[in-house]
């Protein structure tokens, strides 16, 4: 592992807009090793940007993976409205444009999708509803049973939506369930890029879809791996260990960290974490 890191030193980073399928502009960054293995996509979480993964995307491209990020429309540097959505087709769409476009740049390399959170979300769904011709997935504190989410929230998001589908609401969400590290929660509190709140519709698409997309493990295709705190007060484990217990690809796993809360990504043992990604991926060639 040290000798891979050592034969890439340095990387080249690119900060781009580009047009989602319905012209709307999304803004991308990659990160890229000399000669990468590998290509990996990532997709964030709800409320936060690309830009929070630059710790992550650089750890993993040093080992040799060109890696590739967007925000999500409604979020950092991306153009709609904030924190809205219409319908969630539209995430799906941005990421097969997203993923397309890297695939045409690393047209030979395996590629991998994680996706953190609500980025988990999507790309579980990305799975089973568009069935992508990629490598294999991970997933990471996969808001498929968002505990954060109160039942009076959920109840006020379903009845606005169809009547007032762009008022605000705040996300109720802990942020102390973030990290045990007080860094990463005072970064997240500085960032501009960071809200905490969302539409009705937002809101109301997010449930939805984790309820159709729960009971569809069956129709994943290639192997998964899914990540997850054991302390995650925002998005419950049991949620992807219910999803787990569905999935029947060679190569799959399911790993808990005990103690870890949501951003296992942002914990302070982070790099032993994106250690057991990189290795779930050494082991699937």
Same mark, same amino acid.
């Given at each position: 592992m040290a000798s891979a890191v050592e034969d890439r030193p340095h990387l080249r980073r690119t900060e781009t807009t580009v047009s989602g399928t319905d012209g709307l502009s999304l803004f991308r960054r990659t990160w890229e090793p000399p000669s990468p293995e590998r290509l990996i996509v990532l997709v964030h979480g709800y409320a936060e940007h690309s830009g929070r993964y630059e710790g992550m995307a650089s750890w993993l491209a040093r080992r040799g993976a060109a890696v590739s990020a967007y925000d999500h429309r409604g979020h950092g540097?991306?153009?709609?409205?904030?924190?809205?959505?219409?319908?969630?087709?539209?995430?799906?769409?941005?990421?097969?444009?997203?993923?397309?476009?890297?695939?045409?740049?690393?047209?030979?390399?395996?590629c991998h999708l994680v996706g953190h959170s609500m980025g988990g979300l999507i790309l579980l769904a990305y799975l089973v509803e568009r069935d992508p011709v990629i490598s294999s997935a991970v997933t990471s504190g996969a808001a498929i049973s968002p505990?954060?989410?109160? #039942? %009076?929230?959920?109840?006020?998001? &379903? +009845?606005?939506?169809s009547?007032? /589908?762009? @008022?605000? $609401?705040?996300?109720?969400? *802990?942020?102390?369930?973030?990290?045990?590290?007080?860094?990463?929660?005072?970064?997240?509190?500085?960032?501009?890029?960071?809200?905490?709140?969302?539409?009705?519709?937002?809101?109301?698409?997010?449930?939805? #879809? %984790?309820?159709?997309?729960?009971? &569809? +493990?069956?129709?994943?295709?290639? /192997?998964? @791996?899914? $990540?997850?705190?054991?302390? *995650?007060?925002?998005?419950?484990?049991?949620?992807?260990?219910?999803?787990?217990?569905?999935?029947?690809?060679?190569?799959?796993d399911l790993r808990i960290y005990p103690q870890l809360r949501h951003e296992i990504f942002n914990e302070p043992e982070r790099e032993e974490v994106y250690a057991d990604l990189w290795q779930w991926l050494e082991s699937l060639a």
């Open positions: 540097r991306s153009g709609g409205r904030r924190a809205h959505l219409r319908n969630f087709a539209e995430y799906l769409d941005d990421l097969d444009s997203m993923l397309a476009l890297a695939k045409a740049e690393h047209p030979t390399l395996p505990d954060g989410v109160s #039942t %009076a929230r959920v109840v006020v998001a &379903r +009845a606005l939506r009547v007032w /589908p762009t @008022l605000r $609401l705040g996300s109720g969400l *802990d942020l102390d369930g973030l990290s045990r590290d007080s860094a990463v929660i005072e970064q997240y509190l500085a960032d501009p890029l960071v809200f905490r709140d969302m539409t009705a519709s937002l809101g109301a698409e997010l449930i939805g #879809t %984790a309820a159709r997309t729960a009971t &569809r +493990a069956g129709e994943v295709k290639i /192997p998964l @791996l899914m $990540l997850h705190g054991e302390d *995650d007060s925002l998005c419950a484990a049991r949620g992807s260990r219910d999803f787990f217990s569905g999935v029947t690809t060679e190569g799959s």
